[in-house]
């Protein structure tokens, strides 16, 4: 008789003690009619593979595994049945779900100008949120403090003798006399 178990599975069919491991088995019986006859048992044992899959998913994603859909860390197992042995696996997942980055800013710009920020163009003060994708392709948060500063402009009206310079106030040896502007 050649049978076919899994591991961990017990074969008990023609009056044999149990089996659980592979080999050749043979028993004695004797007849109804005196005579003895043999009985030869060709043991296989078929292995339960246990398989360990790792894998990582953005957060807000979905992992499909197996008609089911996970979407935290964590330790997932699962038992699959083998077409061509009929014995189970056990399938481990190890999922990681990677935490969504965030990030602050503080942006100030002049009134009259913008700042591109993302997909958005600044213009007035206020908070702002965008999101980027990661080098790994997941989604970080940024959030930005946008001020818009008044511009300032301030008049200075000063004096120099012929010949002399003006120095002061940001200015640096204005030969003549005349309007100059000094952004700041």
Not at 69 to 97: A, H, P, Q
Request: net charge negative; proline share 3%.
């Amino acid at each position: 008789i050649n049978a076919t178990i899994c591991s961990g599975d017990v074969y008990a069919e023609n009056k044999f003690e149990p089996l659980t491991r592979a080999g050749v088995y043979k028993r004695k019986f004797a007849s109804v009619s005196g005579c003895d006859s043999i009985v030869v048992v060709n043991l296989t044992v078929n292995p339960i593979h246990e398989i360990v899959v790792a894998d990582t998913i953005c957060f807000g994603g979905a992992y499909s595994w197996n008609g089911a859909e996970y979407n935290r860390t964590g330790m997932y197992v699962d038992t699959l049945t083998s077409s061509v042995t009929g014995c189970d696996s056990i399938v481990t997942l190890l999922l990681k779900v990677k935490e969504a980055p965030t990030m602050q800013d503080t942006v100030e710009i002049c009134s009259g100008e913008s700042y591109l920020f993302g997909s958005q163009t600044i213009t007035e003060s206020g908070l702002y949120t965008e999101t980027f994708k990661t080098l790994e392709g997941c989604d970080s948060v940024v959030t930005l403090f946008a001020k818009v500063s008044d511009k300032f402009n301030t008049t200075l009206n000063e004096f120099i003798c012929t010949g002399e310079t003006y120095s002061g106030n940001g200015f640096n040896g204005i030969p003549k006399a005349g309007t100059y502007t000094l952004p700041l």
